[in-house]
Nanobody, 125 residues
């Protein structure tokens, strides 16, 4: 069982930055692929980024490449999403996920075994 708690969301102006954090419980954190999804109002939840259990492989959706960076600290049971050059269209609730499949498989919502409660990110123009 893994529990995920996100933090770091908030209100930021366009072109600003935020760093989301996800704290994971459990002694097997380092064996999980971790990911971030987001859901904007009135839209379906969508994949943002994933990182392998060891941290040596990452995957991003095209619209965040070059702006967002996913990372993890297995010693601290933490995963992060550094978001730079934020745009109003990045406004959404961001969710942390954990699963046992590959980073590519984690693009699919059903691959995530565990979800956090989400943190709101609002980007003003």
């Amino acid at each position: 069982q893994v529990q995920l708690v996100e933090s770091g969301g908030g209100l930021v102006q366009a072109e600003g930055s935020l760093r989301l954090s996800c704290a994971a419980s459990g002694r097997t954190f380092s064996s999980y692929t971790m990911g971030w999804f987001r859901q904007a109002p009135g839209k379906e939840r969508e994949f943002v980024a994933a990182i392998s259990a060891s941290g040596d492989s990452t995957l991003y959706v095209d619209f965040v490449k070059g702006r967002f960076t996913i990372s993890r600290d297995n010693a601290k049971n933490m995963v992060y999403l550094q978001m730079n050059s934020l745009k109003p269209e990045d406004t959404a609730v961001y969710y942390c996920t954990a699963g046992t499949r590959s980073t590519v498989a984690m693009k699919i919502m059903s691959s995530a075994a565990y979800w956090g409660q989400g943190t709101q990110v609002t980007v003003s123009s």
